[in-house]
């Protein structure tokens, strides 16, 4: 079943040109790659957004493990180092090995990185439990020996807020960062600063997410949202449907991802019905999207629907669709 879907993509001219644009780009990146090449740096400059997903993880597959033979882990992480530049810091100086990494983002997909890169680690934005991430580490051309196998097991002990003891073998040798943060090109910037909350609100809780791009598609950072509600109730949950409804209506290439400690929400119900969203707790949000636009005032209003003045988004018919973005 799998080869006669593969062959159907041929079938037709676009698909073949796309299949014939792949095998040359990766064809490419096979004559870059070399014993001072970095996989994951060399990804990150392409930023081609035809080489994302199931492509992105057939061409880890293809060139670091069948062709270099790179040792591998793989982790559903149990917990996460919330600094990632701590760990791009210690990473810098393992010269012994080279590293890429792959993490499963929840919303953008699949992602890889140059470990040793603050900037390109950047891009992870806050690493989210349970979520997978995958570690690569080899000598280029030569053989991945034994102290390749202890690279990986260490580097996922330290993604997952872990300590360990480096080895002097994973510390020497000409396997340098090719670059730091800033370096080459500017981090995506997100679309509108975080306005500011009302004087009475609580400081929001949790730092702000770095943004992350995938190609065309980009994240703003994650922005608090302070209840000042005696509760977070039906009410406010209604209010932030609608709130986001009528955004979707305006922009619906753009989605609303919500969290509240560290987990996404798939369903905003979900906040009222868990009742210890209360008074002084911050629920967070970020938009994914090409072309991110009106975030500012999209937190205005969250920011509103979480008081007690959340009503004034409860008038009109329910069935329809409020035009607070014109």
Not at 122 to 138: C, H, M, P, S, T
Not at 185 to 190: F, S, T
Not at 231 to 241: C, D, M
Not at 273 to 290: D, N, P, R
Request: with cysteine.
């Amino acid at each position: 079943m799998a080869e006669t879907a593969n062959l159907e993509v041929l079938s037709t001219r676009a698909g073949f040109n796309s299949a014939v644009r792949h095998i040359k780009k990766t064809l490419g990146i096979v004559d870059e790659l070399g014993d001072k090449a970095n996989l994951g740096d060399t990804l990150y400059e392409l930023a081609d957004e035809e080489l994302t997903g199931d492509r992105i993880a057939l061409l880890l597959r293809m060139l670091l493990v069948d062709r270099l033979g790179y040792k591998t882990l793989s982790v559903n992480l149990a917990s996460v180092q919330e600094d990632l530049s701590l760990l791009s810091r210690e990473f810098a100086g393992w010269n012994g090995v080279d590293l890429v990494v792959s993490y499963r983002h929840p919303d953008l997909g699949l992602l890889v990185a140059n470990p040793k890169s603050a900037e390109e680690l950047a891009n992870f934005g806050r690493l989210r439990k349970r979520e997978l991430l995958v570690i690569y580490a080899g000598k280029g051309s030569a053989p991945a020996g034994g102290d390749c196998q202890k690279a990986v097991e260490l580097a996922a002990v330290l993604f997952q807020g872990g300590t360990v003891k480096v080895p002097e073998a994973l510390l020497k040798g000409n396997f340098t960062a090719r670059r730091s943060a800033g370096a080459a090109r500017e981090p995506a910037k997100p679309a509108a600063k975080p306005s500011a909350p009302p004087k009475d609100s609580p400081t929001p809780r949790g730092p702000a997410s770095p943004a992350v791009s995938s190609g065309s598609v980009k994240m703003t950072p994650m922005y608090s949202v302070a209840v000042t509600n005696e509760l977070f109730h039906n009410g406010n949950v209604e209010a932030w449907k609608r709130i986001i409804s009528s955004y979707n209506a305006k922009y619906p290439d753009l989605k609303v991802n919500i969290y509240y400690e560290g987990e996404r929400i798939l369903d905003i119900n979900s906040l009222f019905q868990w009742g210890k969203v209360k008074h002084g707790s911050a629920i967070q949000f970020a938009v994914t999207g090409a072309e991110i636009k009106d975030v500012a005032k999209l937190q205005r209003y969250l920011v509103q629907g979480a008081s007690n003045q959340f009503e004034a988004f409860l008038r009109g018919p329910v069935s329809g669709v409020m035009k607070l973005f014109g």
